[in-house]
Each structure stands twice: as structure tokens, then as C-alpha cells.
């Protein structure tokens, strides 16, 4: 396994940055609303972006420097398991379609796991504790059917 930031170190940054949105900007910390910006300034033909855009930018080029100076392409199960040597070009598509697929299904369904866990539960929004008890919730049984079920 891969040396990983520590959940003690990363988790109180989330948390900070959080805050730090909220405080300073006003905004909710989120990806899919990063993923909407991004969207919204293509279609539109401009190039101004707002926070959110560059929230967006700022997970891409740390996704891309991760890959570069990190643990690069390992770790995604089947697909680094399947496509080993030379036709390991593979594995970058299948992740940024992955991403998007994942992108357009959240703004489908009005938000994703993290904008409501992070930001919807540090402003007490109803709707977010409910859908963030739901996706823990249901996390925890399907963990146990896989366990029972192995």
C-alpha cells in the first residue's frame, strides 16, 4: 500500500477549507457545484471563472501532479490488475469518464455525498443530514451483506 496523507491530518483541512469558504467567500465547499461552473462557462463561451471553477482546476492539477510525483496509476483494482505495460494509456479515460459520468450523475441528483456531508451538515441544512445519515446508513449494511456474503 501506498504512503497516504493521515485522516487526522486531512480530515481538520477539509474541515478548515470548509470554513474558510463559508467565511471568507460565502460559498459552500463542493464539487459538484465546481463541476456546474465548469459546465455553465463552457457552454456559455467564456472564460471567467468564479471560486467554484477553480475549485474544479485546483482538483484536476492536484489529481495530475498526484499521478506525476505519487503513486501514479495503482490501486484501482481491475482496471490497473487488466491493463498492465504498454497499454496502460487506457486507464486515463476510463478515469476522466468515470469522473464525468460521476460529475453529471450528482448534478442529476441535486448534489453528491461530499458537498452534503461537508458543507450541508456545518450549516445544519435538514436536507443534508438526512441524505448524509442515508448514505451512511446504507454504506454500513451493504457492508455487512458483503462481509456476511464472503
Same mark, same amino acid.
Given at each position: 500500500m501506498h504512503q497516504q496523507l493521515a485522516w487526522y491530518v486531512g480530515g481538520p483541512v477539509v474541515g478548515l477549507c470548509v470554513v474558510a469558504m463559508r467565511w471568507l467567500l460565502n460559498e459552500r465547499l463542493g464539487a459538484t457545484s465546481a463541476w456546474?461552473?465548469?459546465?455553465?462557462?463552457?457552454?456559455?463561451r467564456?472564460?471567467?471563472l468564479d471560486t467554484r471553477g477553480w475549485l474544479l482546476i485546483g482538483l484536476l492539477a492536484g489529481g495530475v501532479v498526484f499521478g506525476i510525483f505519487g503513486? @501514479?496509476?495503482? @490501486?484501482? $483494482?481491475w482496471l490497473t490488475s487488466t491493463f498492465t505495460g504498454g497499454s496502460r494509456w487506457v486507464i486515463v479515460p476510463v478515469l476522466l469518464g468515470? $469522473?464525468?459520468?460521476?460529475?453529471f450523475g450528482a448534478k442529476t441528483a441535486g448534489?453528491?455525498?461530499? @458537498?452534503? $456531508?461537508?458543507? @450541508?451538515?456545518? #450549516?445544519?441544512?435538514?436536507?443534508?443530514?438526512?441524505?448524509?445519515?442515508?448514505?451512511?446508513?446504507?454504506?454500513?449494511? #451493504?457492508s455487512f451483506a458483503i462481509e456476511a456474503l464472503t
Open positions: 456546474s461552473n465548469a459546465v455553465e462557462v463552457m457552454s456559455s467564456s472564460a471567467r503513486a @501514479g496509476l495503482d @490501486g484501482y $483494482g468515470a $469522473g464525468a459520468l460521476i460529475g448534489g453528491c455525498t461530499s @458537498g452534503n $456531508g461537508l458543507s @450541508g451538515n456545518a #450549516v445544519l441544512s435538514p436536507a443534508s443530514l438526512v441524505a448524509t445519515a442515508t448514505f451512511f446508513g446504507t454504506a454500513i449494511v #451493504v
